[in-house]
């Protein structure tokens, strides 16, 4: 299967509250009028279920990048 | 929202204007006003079809009897394929010229993009079909754009501009705000309906909506929050409280409420949320179902605590009402995955004797995967799933993978059923028989569940060994156990195969006589597509053959050559190749060697980017797998398209119209 990596994504707007207890295991950061998610996903079954989290709430996907895997120990 | 529309001039217009196209695609992201937008235009222009979709879609023999029943045909039971709809279209002129599928990204099975894109080809030029969907949808966008035939509404046309800001707030609260506040709205909500909406419930009975908007515009919290400080807590108690706590449901009836939520009169408090304007929409004209605006439920499920008590009650109530799926789905959030599998496995007989592995394909789907590989009855669903899709291998592999020390004697049974139905399959008929005869001593005479299959498979077995009257035994005895729990999958393949006997020793009028009723108890039964389904029409047609009906025979020969290509399945394909020979020049010609085993979905969607200019690692990237993954499918479908190369795939893929 695939390999656990980390990623980051970028969502335009603030994340509802309640949502950034549920994605505790995500390190945030607020940049103008975007939200980035960086954490490690551990397959693409959870990358989708991710996705389709934050699409569920309404928030808008701007990107998903796959990091360098050398910043994996990071995490 | 609710019963009231403000009318959208825009959108009216580009959807009045699209009355050329076949399809019209709304492709918009959550609470973007979808639905709202189109549900306003129809009452509007005085009705249509509307059918809003959920993942229990994904089986065609639920989603088309629905498009059917929402298109008011005659009989909407019998409609099992999109071609039956639009033949029953061409029969129905007063059926209406719009069909809505609402949240049609809820479907995931490529059978069902197929028959929506072969409604478009097929139904009547007037019928205009509107799918709206969070994602564009696997359909053949490019063939109708290319044609013209595309009309698409986006995120852009669906945004509100300041003036439809104002008309919305008038509606909503009475109030005419300024040109520069309405502006700023536009800016801050992006033109966004649901937290338009929002902006509209918090102005109104407030006494400062000047204050109101300026403190939305300035702030930056998610409208999820806005919505929990700004609505819902200025809403009173009752309300409140029955909203979050009814937030669980994808639907909502009042008695279902009631148990939910613990309250008495829920009728009355779904009609005053309606009211209200709260999201709530009413899904029949009697306002028996409702169901919350999508994106104002999760928001709703973000503000109230996890609570598995209350999917527990709800699951009681949809397994007392019989909606199983729902009950399963529940039961599954409540933390009682065990009993979500007691049910599924409980209900195999019924779904696998319908036809309809697709729907014990989505249930088991949602049970975790710890569950799932602990119980054997599970392990047995999922080896039917594999023998309806022909996945000979996968049925061998799950059903042997079980010890049968530990199973009672029903259960061994069923794994004989299945590897006998897999011998049969691959033509191996002496052993299929002997296989099916070891499960026939495991089961009392008059149980129905695994015998009546394993007496088809002894039928089947005996009558490609030539065997004619322990044939017709074995298959009247299978009528006669399954007739009385009308299992109908059970009766089409025991009645189609006497059908074929007669035939064979001769008795041609009994023979065209018992595969024309055939035929018609699968039509009637939602069965005529199904790959069961070919021996009659074969059948029928090598008699009609011998009579010299040679035209009416080739309509028949057709539709059973194409059914027995949808599984790989030796019997089946046996007879298809006796026909074909039997027609002779009046055959219609494959063209070339016909796929014998099919595409999965995987391996469809690295076909559908085959021919574009990608990389393979970018297809892997494109959908989110690994290079190798990519390869093992790319290689698989070479395997089953009989080619070496990608440009001979994508060649014969377009040939057999896959593509």
Partial sequence: ?75 | MGRHHVARGRVDAALDDASDALLVLVSAPAGSGKSMALSGWLARRGGGAWYSLDAEDNDPAVFWPSVATALALAEPAEIATARDVARALFDAPTAPSVLVLDDYHAITNPAVHAGVDQLLVEAPAHLRVVVASRHDPPLMLSRLRAQGALRELRFDDLRFDPDEIGAVLQEVTGLALSQTELRRLADRTDGWAAAVQLVGLSLRDHDDPAGVVDAFAGDNRHVADYLRDEVLARLPERLRSFLLATAILDRLAAPLCEAVAQVADAQGLLEELERLNLFVIPLDRRRRWFRYHHLFAEWLRLQAPADPSKHLVAAEWFLANEFTGEAIRHLVAGGEADRAADVIELERWVLVGQGREETLREWIQLLPADVLGQRPGLTLVAAWVAHHAGRWDDVRHLAGSLAPDDLDPLTQAEVLLLEAGRQMAIGEFADAGRTAMAGLGLVAPGEPRARTGLLLVEGRSRLELGDLEGATESFSEAIALAGPYNVTIVLLIARSHLAEIHRRAGRMHDAEVEARAVLDFAEAEGLAEHPEATVANLTLASVLVDVQRTDEAAEFAARGLRLARLVPYVPRQRQAGDVELHLGPAAPRRRGPSMVEPLTGRELSVLRLLPSSLTPREIAAELYLSLNTIKTHTRSLYRKLGVQTRHAAIEEARRQQIL
């Fill in chain 1, 1 to 75: 299967m695939d390999e656990r990596r980390m990623y980051l994504i970028e969502v335009r707007g603030r994340l509802p509250s309640a949502l950034t207890a549920e994605l505790g295991r995500f390190e945030l950061a607020f940049i103008g009028d975007s939200t980035l998610l960086t954490g490690a996903i551990s397959d693409s079954a959870a990358l989708y279920g991710l996705l389709a989290r934050l699409e569920a709430v309404g928030l808008a996907l701007v990107a998903v990048r796959p990091l360098p895997t050398d910043t994996g120990d990071r995490a």
